[in-house]
């Protein structure tokens, strides 16, 4: 197997690679920026060697944000669209009678099927979680899109775990007995050994989302508790970080070195971490499920051939939403041109790959959730705008008030700016904006 230092060379030298590009996209499930060590932001960290070394062969993304929840994310990177216009403001249900991304949604692999000179084929591997039953069941994946699907359909709940889990391939179901961070990574390398290039290949890990356990001992170094009637659960969510990490140093290890040379590789979380695994200085009631930082600020980590110079960190403001319109220019496929009449909110990242001078893409960045998930009308609990300095936050329910603050000189969020009398001319000012702004993406619908 290779090295990590093995690794991270090839993925430096990938910047002259000329071929038609792959593309391999990474999504860990409930990981924020405090829990991978290249952000350096968190303590008690696991040990993510693998994910560091894309960060030092790539372009770190300091400040992205995603949905305070998973389905919601995963939308907007497969549609290049928030939730209020795809109907996904909250996490989806597995019944058949709960909502499912709208197949009249055009997708990643749809996108690249229009372009079907550049012969593109591709697969989704792991955790779906965006819909099933009302849109073809274990066939939901395949009828959205992809070619390929192998993977569950959401999260585990009983009685199924990481050692006992629901499988889709194509639509033929299974139960599996090994652990889910390995049959996923199984999974996506077994379909890379004979996928015709270039290809384009998403791997959604289930790890760390809940239930919390102890992964095969081979796969962690972090030290568990013993097990008592009150249990910590940050150490386990730490083994299952180290554990996916493990596994994604050996998916890298399995792609040939000519193979990887060409291939762009994204990371990223889909939502900030849980409040019961959130440690100092992060406020666990910051964090998973609300709109503050905790909550929808995640790693985003591109390393690969579209990357000019390696090595770079990009403070400018990026939305998960704009990987739809990012991973179409990695393929040279312009993304708004491709769908005349569609609404997107995306936009291309690819131009801080490009150059390390590039400026401000957007101004702008937004979240939000809602219920329920459907056509509407939604109830939303939060939305959240920001840009370089200020962050408006809406909260709806239940109190219909909102919150600013300043995250340059307040990057924890501890002082609302509406309140307690009246804010300066500059707060006030920006207030007003971010407010029209976030009003105007909403009731318009022209973008952000």
């Known amino acids: 197997m290779k090295t990590n230092i093995q690794i991270a060379a090839l993925i430096a030298i990938a910047g002259t690679a000329t071929a038609q590009e792959n593309i391999l996209i990474l999504l860990a499930d409930d990981v924020g920026v405090d829990n991978i060590g290249a952000y350096a932001e968190g303590q008690d960290l696991a040990p993510t060697p693998n994910i560091d070394a894309l960060a030092a062969g790539g372009v770190l993304f300091r400040n992205t944000w995603a949905n305070p929840v998973c389905s919601p994310t995963r939308a907007a990177i497969q549609t290049g669209r928030h939730g209020f216009r795809t109907g996904i403001g909250m996490a989806l249900g597995l019944a058949p009678t709960s909502y499912a991304l709208p197949t009249s949604e055009v997708i990643l692999p749809e996108l690249f099927d229009l372009h079907d000179d550049l012969g593109y084929s591709h697969a989704a591997i792991g955790k779906w979680h965006l819909g099933n039953g009302s849109v073809g069941g274990g066939l939901s994946p395949n009828i959205a899109g992809y070619d390929h699907f192998n993977g569950t359909l959401g999260n585990f709940k009983e009685p199924y775990d990481y050692y006992f889990w629901p499988a889709w391939v ?11 961070t390995v049959g996923t990574v199984e999974a996506a390398r077994q379909w ?15 790890a760390p989302h809940t239930p919390l356990h102890t992964p095969p001992d081979e796969l962690f170094t972090v030290e568990l508790p013993d097990p008592g009637p009150r249990i910590d659960p940050r150490p386990y969510f730490c083994a299952d970080i180290e554990a996916m990490d493990t596994e994604i140093g050996r998916l890298l290890a399995s792609i040939d070195s000519d193979t990887l040379e060409r291939t762009n590789i994204v990371f990223a979380g889909d939502n900030g971490t849980p409040s019961e695994s959130t440690v100092a200085p992060f406020d666990p009631d910051h964090a998973k499920l609300t709109c503050y930082e905790g909550g929808v600020n995640v790693p985003l980590i591109i390393s690969g051939p579209s990357v000019a110079v390696p090595g770079r960190e990009v403070s400018h403001l990026v939305s998960l939403v704009d990987l739809f319109a990012t991973i179409a220019d990695m393929a040279g496929i312009d993304a708004e041109a491709s769908l005349p009449g569609v609404e997107l909110d995306s936009v291309s990242a690819y131009p801080y790959l490009e150059a390390t001078n590039a400026l401000p893409q957007r101004q702008t960045v937004y979240s939000e959730i809602f219920h329920p998930n459907g056509p509407g009308p939604y109830e939303f609990a939060a939305r959240t705008i920001r840009n370089e300095r200020y962050k408006l936050i809406w909260f709806e329910v239940p109190t219909k008030k909102y919150a600013l603050y300043n995250l340059v000189l307040d990057p924890w969020e501890q002082v609302n700016l509406l309140k307690g ?15 029209n702004k976030m009003t105007g993406l909403i009731d318009s619908g022209t973008g952000i």
């Open 170 to 180: 194509n639509g033929n179901f299974s139960v599996i007995t090994h652990y889910a």
């Open 192 to 206: 890379l050994e004979t996928a015709p290039e270039p290809w384009i290949c998403y791997v959604a890990f289930n």
């Open 421 to 435: 009398g009246t804010p300066n001319a500059t707060d006030l000012s920006a207030f007003r904006y971010l407010r």
